[in-house]
């Protein structure tokens, strides 16, 4: 990351080695440039007065900063919100027979310093929230848990727990092994078979801490199954999962490609598609009525293709043939939905993709049919309302949390300036 004039140095110095006293230290930000509410008109100059890891004030101007505050200065940058990811796998970032290898070998307690590693790379591209949707062992969170309390630094993280599917379903882990090791690998009770077991697979994520419910309504590119990208879960067990999340006061997000399988996500209820990459007129009918958002995750082509080149043996030949089609068809979906109206909500998949390269999405977006500000405004505010909290993060307002990032130009003229974040500031505390 590029070096910021902070003044003074060594209170910032001292912030960074105890995050909570950052927090409680008076921050004065000069932006050159202000997205304080993307979709809205951009400011000039602006001052930006952070304390308590809560944004106090912004105000038109560079307003000089009161003794003993730390001064930095932006004044040649753009400076907007933190970005939010609503889809990645903290824990790896291997695909194909690597990351099946990876959940043989790897203990919970390595895959959460994998995590660490992954969600620092994260929140330095300038994403200082994130939705993690699936992990089985917790070590996300456990992680997530770690950041609030301050003893690590990291992304705010919204955990899925671990994704819930019917038996054979794409969220099966133990899809790809010997008869003999299968018991071994379902015995995550993230599985269920039939409305009751669906609601006792729920309320176990939720027991286990989960923000967020996840289930796979159709089958997956990278799950070991044949049984195609279709639907593979009754509507029952579908509306009993989103009912009993909902229960809970939990949103819902779904993986979803064939369109039977995303239809049947909206007549739930569910709060999110992940992929939709499978639809007709029917679907997308549906889905401009409902509220449902969807989550293009466009850059797991991104991550597809590099493995591919790196190893053409990289994945099993019947993923590797719905790889290539997933190849194929990604953006045709966000091509006929945007024009609807269907509300868009930015997620990479990264840990298909790569972390840290989480803004590699923008420019996706952008050649399959959002306008820059549409695709920076599904990253900020559109996220924000996904996840439930607009209240805290989104918008640089007075009250929100100080999650603020800084580039070295115009996003809205250029999508890829996003690619290079030049300074972040997570809840007050400023990211090396």
Known sequence: ????????????????????????????????????????????????????????????????????????????????????????????????LAGQLEEVTLSPAAQAFNAEVNGMKTLRAGFTTVRNLGDGDGATLALRDAILAGKVQGPRIVDAGASISGSAGHMDGSLGYRDELRPFFAGAGNTCNGADDCRRAVRLQIGRGADVIKFASTGGVNSRIGAGLGKQMFDDEAQAIVDTAHLFGKKVAVHAHGADGIRLALAAGADSIEHGTIFDEATIAAWAKSKTYYVPTLSTVNGYKERIAANAAAYEPDVLAKIQWRIGITGKSLEALVPRGVRIAFGTDAGVSKHGRNADEFELLVQHGMTPVEALKAATVNAADLLGLSDQIGTIAPGKSADIIAVASDPIADVTVLKKVDFVMARGSVVE
């Open 1 to 96: 990351m590029k070096p910021t004039t902070f003044l003074p140095l060594l209170l910032v110095g001292a912030a960074l080695a105890t995050p909570a006293a950052a927090q409680t230290a008076r921050t004065v930000i000069h932006a050159g440039h202000l997205l304080a509410e993307p979709g809205k008109p951009v400011k000039g100059p602006s001052t930006i007065v952070v304390e308590g890891g809560k944004i106090v004030s912004v105000t038109d101007g560079h307003q000089p900063a009161d003794p003993g505050a730390t001064l930095i200065d932006l004044k040649d940058k753009y400076v907007l919100p933190g970005l939010i990811d609503s889809h990645v796998h903290l824990t790896s970032d291997a695909g194909g």
